[in-house]
């Protein structure tokens, strides 16, 4: 039987100082700034890339070229927010490892607002005393929009973040650096990444898309769900087959990942679709807050969640320069945000039940249409079968006066009725039958028929 390897806890040494112990120099790991490529007809093989990798320890040794991390393209100094430590290639690619002396700066990072970089490059870079050294760095810029797109940038770094129930979870590769004398310790700290990447995607959603803050429009989350679907789906259809649900989830503050193939499982909407570009809506954000605080019957997610989520929504009140309410107040009920919201969505809910109700009325107004169609027909009937036996109409003409009855509108239906029971009876051949034979008597009374009909389609001649 093995014996259980016993745990052990090594303070990291002080060149890994972590930034939580201290506040100034705040140290992020693995940014992938760069690849091989042809960027602006320039091009840039492998070796130009290790070029750029083994000058940047040499040019900041000799030639005193510290690579800041700065905002935008821009060259004051008071557009760096920190400074590149290291220098390496990993997968092909330049990656670098910074410290942030700017403290708001970190957050931002954290938060997610920025991600992308941006080098800039010495093509041939030349010292003070005349030496060239070739292709160097520069320096990293955080941008909107990098020329090189494939290049994740913030993406992918690590750093110490809070997540979840508030532990602290180490993000740094010391895999390496341990290996050699803890072989089982490396072992152990790879599980405890892998636990940690899974405790990020639980509960939670992190943002891995840019999207655009819109504040000004209304909030309907049915509505945005539905266009989200869409958006996340390979064919536009909105189909739970289709839906890229990695995707999908970037719109909601919560998810279930255990039945994440399921739409029931995402909650709290905030995101939408305007204008074809993925969307921060501001009521969504306030319509979330609301919900998580308790407002229209709250939301159910489990409790060790909610500060997470509480957080992501935070994160929202920031970016839109709004002061999140506290999680443990609850909604106070003349909040105009909040109300706009609920009486928006109650305003739908009567447009909805107002188009209901006209649907029905149609309906009724259809049915009663059909009764009142079928009532006049066996009126009308009714009628010529009632003068067929006063003897004031032939059998024969029957189905001929209902057609016409029936093609007239109610006042001149009612006019032609009167008509026909003013007139006289008529002699059905009663006599005539008596005197004749049978076939006399029917071309008789094809005759006499044939003269009625004409005297009832033309007008009468006055006699002189």
Same mark, same amino acid.
């Given at each position: 039987? %093995? ?5 052990? @806890? ?8 972590? %930034? ?9 790991? *693995?940014?992938?700034?760069? &690849? ?23 040019? $900041?040794?000799?030639? *005193? ?19 590149? %430590?290291?220098? /390496?290639? $990993?997968?092909?690619?330049? /990656? ?8 708001? !700066? /970190? ?28 292709? !160097?760095?520069?320096?990293? +810029? ?16 690590? @750093?110490?973040? =809070? ?9 740094? &590769? ?7 004398? @803890? *072989? ?21 959603v992190r943002h891995s898309l840019e999207y655009q803050l819109v504040e000004d429009i209304p909030w309907d989350a049915d509505a945005a769900q539905e266009r989200l679907a869409k958006w996340a789906s390979s064919d536009g259809s909105g189909e739970k087959e289709a839906i890229d649900w990695s995707r999908y989830r970037e719109g909601f503050a919560w998810y279930d990942p255990e039945n994440g193939g399921n739409f029931y499982a995402y909650k709290l909407p905030h995101h939408d679709i305007v204008n074809g570009r993925f969307s921060c809506v501001w009521r969504g954000v306030v319509a979330a807050m609301a919900a998580l605080k308790g407002a229209r019957g709250g939301v159910d997610i489990p409790e060790e969640d909610r500060e997470a989520v509480y957080n992501h929504l935070a994160r929202h009140y920031e970016e839109f320069e709004r ?34 109700? $006209? +649907? ?21 009937? !009714? ?31 009612? =006019? +032609? ?36 009909? &004409? %005297? /009832? ?8």
């Amino acid at each position: 039987m %093995s014996r259980e390897i016993p745990i052990i @806890f090594l303070s990291p040494p002080r060149a890994l100082s972590f %930034s939580e112990q201290n506040a100034e120099a705040r140290k992020i790991y *693995g940014i992938e700034i760069f &690849a091989p490529g042809t960027y602006r007809g320039i091009a840039f093989r492998d070796e130009d890339v290790k070029e750029i990798a083994e000058n940047f320890p040499k040019l $900041k040794e000799k030639a *005193g070229l510290d690579v800041p991390l700065k905002v935008d393209h821009r060259d004051e100094a008071e557009a760096i927010i920190g400074w590149i %430590s290291q220098l /390496y290639i $990993k997968e092909g690619k330049l /990656y670098a490892d910074a410290e942030i002396t700017e403290p708001v !700066a /970190y957050e931002k990072i954290v938060r997610g607002t920025w991600k992308k970089v941006s080098c800039e490059i010495y093509l041939d870079f030349t010292d003070e005393e005349g030496k060239s050294w070739g292709k !160097a760095l520069r320096a990293v +810029a955080i941008v909107a929009h990098p020329q090189v797109k494939k290049i994740r940038g913030l993406e992918v770094a690590r @750093f110490f973040e =809070k997540i979840l129930n508030g532990k602290e979870v180490m993000m740094m &590769a010391l895999k390496d650096a341990i290996a050699g004398a @803890f *072989g089982w310790l490396s072992e152990r700290f790879k599980r405890l990444q892998e636990e940690a990447g899974k405790i990020v995607e639980l509960g939670a959603v992190r943002h891995s898309l840019e999207y655009q803050l819109v504040e000004d429009i209304p909030w309907d989350a049915d509505a945005a769900q539905e266009r989200l679907a869409k958006w996340a789906s390979s064919d536009g259809s909105g189909e739970k087959e289709a839906i890229d649900w990695s995707r999908y989830r970037e719109g909601f503050a919560w998810y279930d990942p255990e039945n994440g193939g399921n739409f029931y499982a995402y909650k709290l909407p905030h995101h939408d679709i305007v204008n074809g570009r993925f969307s921060c809506v501001w009521r969504g954000v306030v319509a979330a807050m609301a919900a998580l605080k308790g407002a229209r019957g709250g939301v159910d997610i489990p409790e060790e969640d909610r500060e997470a989520v509480y957080n992501h929504l935070a994160r929202h009140y920031e970016e839109f320069e709004r002061e999140a309410p506290e999680l443990s107040e609850k909604v106070k009920e003349g909040d105009d945000e909040v109300m706009a919201i609920e009486l928006g969505e109650k305003l739908k809910k009567l447009e909805e039940e107002n188009a209901q109700l $006209k +649907a029905q009325l149609e309906e009724l107004r259809g049915e009663l249409e059909k009764k009142r169609l079928a009532e006049r027909e066996k009126r009308v009937w !009714a009628i010529l079968n009632s003068a067929i036996e006063k003897g004031k109409l032939l059998p024969a003409e029957k189905d001929k006066w209902a057609e016409y009855l029936l093609s007239l509108d109610d006042e001149d239906m009612e =006019k +032609a009725i009167a008509l026909l029971e003013a007139r006289p009876p008529l002699d059905l051949f009663e006599g005539k039958a008596k005197s004749v034979s049978p076939e006399e008597a029917d071309r008789m009374m094809e005759e006499e028929l044939a003269q009625r009909m &004409a %005297s /009832y389609l033309s007008p009468k001649r006055e006699t002189k």
